[in-house]
C-alpha cells in the first residue's frame, strides 16, 4: 500500500515541533506538503522537509495527491476548515477540540460518516504507553469497582498565547485545556452514561475568556469523576483512579517529553504503596500511526466518530451547566 499523503493547515510552533517531526516519522505518511498565510512559513518548511508548500488553502484543497488533511489552525476556525477538507474528499486529522460548538461537531461528524472518510481528533495522549497502563489497571480489575477518576490539568502563562485570548477564535481554557480530562473520562469509561452533575467556570479580571474550571460528573457504572483546568496557573497534569480494592495514580498523563518514562503510584487496600514504572515513547507519532490505521477500518473510524461526538457533547453540557463566567 502506497504512503498516505498529509498536507498539514496550520503552520504553527506546535505543527513545526510536534506534527511534522511525528508525520516524517510514521511509516505509511508522508508529509506532502504545508499551507499557511505566511509565506515566509511555507518557504521555510518546505526547504526544511523537501514537500509542497501553499499560501492558498483553496489550491492545497485541489491538489489531487493529498490524502488527508491536519488542521493545525485556531480552534474557532475548525469547524469552517473541516468542511472544506471533507467537501474535497479528504481524511480531517484535527487538533483538539474538532470545534468550539456541538452542532458544528455533529455536522462534521455526519458528513465524514456520509462521505465514508475518517476523521480523527488529535488527543495525542490518548496513544500514549501510560494511558494504554491505565486501562489495563482498569481491565484486569486489580482496583476493584472505581469510585472516582480526578484529573487536573492546569499550565502556566503563556508568553505568546495567540488565539488562546481571543472568543472570536475559540479561545478559552475549557477548550484548549479542559477537553483533556473530559476526553480522558469518556476514553476510561466509553461505556458509560455521563451526567455533568455540577459545573463552574471563572475568568481572571480583564480577561476576554475563561481561565478555567471544575465540573463533577456521574457516571452510569457507578464512578464519579472530578475535573478540574486552569490556565494562568502552577503547572498541574495528573491523574487518579480510586477503586475499591486499591487506587493507582501518575503525572504527566496529558502532556509530556518523548523520553518521559511514567511512574505509577499504587495503593493497596489498606493504603501500602508501591511505584511501577512504565515506558517512554512519542505520543504525536502513536497518535498518527493510529489515524493511518483508521483510514483503512471502518469500523475504527466508526468508533472514533462516536468518541468525537460524545466529548463535544459533554463539553457542551459543561459550558450550559456552569453559565455565565
Known amino acids: 500500500m502506497s504512503a498516505l499523503r498529509i498536507a498539514v493547515w496550520g503552520i504553527g510552533p506546535h505543527a513545526r515541533n510536534n506534527i511534522l517531526p511525528a508525520i516524517a516519522s510514521v511509516d505509511g505518511l508522508e508529509l506532502y506538503g504545508v499551507c499557511s498565510r505566511d509565506p515566509a512559513v511555507v518557504a521555510g518548511c518546505t526547504s526544511d522537509w523537501r514537500c509542497r508548500g501553499w ?24 469547524a469552517a476548515h473541516g468542511r472544506l477538507v471533507l467537501d474535497a474528499g479528504k481524511h480531517l486529522w484535527c487538533e483538539k477540540p474538532l470545534t468550539s460548538s456541538l452542532a458544528d461537531t455533529l455536522e462534521l461528524v455526519e458528513a465524514a460518516r456520509h462521505r465514508r472518510l475518517s476523521l480523527c481528533e488529535a488527543l495525542m495522549y490518548l496513544y500514549h504507553p501510560q494511558f494504554e497502563r491505565l486501562l489495563r489497571y482498569l481491565s484486569d480489575a486489580s482496583l476493584g469497582a472505581i469510585r472516582s477518576v480526578t484529573c487536573r490539568f492546569g499550565i502556566p502563562p503563556l508568553e505568546r498565547p495567540g488565539f488562546r485570548n481571543d472568543p472570536a477564535l475559540g479561545g478559552g481554557a475549557l477548550f484548549d485545556i479542559g477537553c483533556y480530562p473530559v476526553s480522558a473520562v469518556h476514553a476510561l469509561f466509553p461505556g458509560d452514561e455521563i451526567e455533568v452533575v455540577h459545573a463552574r467556570m471563572s475568568r481572571q479580571p480583564g480577561s476576554a475568556v475563561d481561565s478555567g474550571g471544575h465540573a463533577v460528573l456521574a457516571l452510569s457504572g457507578g464512578a464519579e469523576a472530578w475535573l478540574e483546568w486552569r490556565s494562568g496557573s502552577s503547572y498541574r497534569n495528573e491523574i487518579d483512579l480510586w477503586g475499591e480494592r486499591g487506587s493507582v495514580s501518575t503525572h504527566r498523563i496529558f502532556s509530556k517529553p518523548a523520553d518521559y518514562v511514567p511512574v505509577f503510584s499504587v495503593r ?39 468518541r468525537v461526538a460524545r466529548c463535544a457533547a459533554t463539553l457542551h453540557l459543561i459550558r450550559e451547566r456552569a453559565g455565565p463566567c
Open 55 to 78: 499560501s492558498e488553502p483553496g489550491s492545497m484543497l485541489q491538489d489531487a495527491a493529498v490524502d488527508a488533511v491536519y488542521v493545525a489552525t485556531p480552534i474557532g476556525l475548525h
Open 268 to 306: 493497596d487496600r489498606r493504603g501500602a504503596e508501591t511505584a511501577e514504572t512504565g515506558a517512554s515513547a512519542n505520543h504525536f507519532s502513536a497518535m498518527l500511526r493510529y489515524f493511518r490505521d483508521v483510514t483503512g477500518d471502518h469500523a475504527a473510524a466508526e468508533r472514533e466518530l462516536t
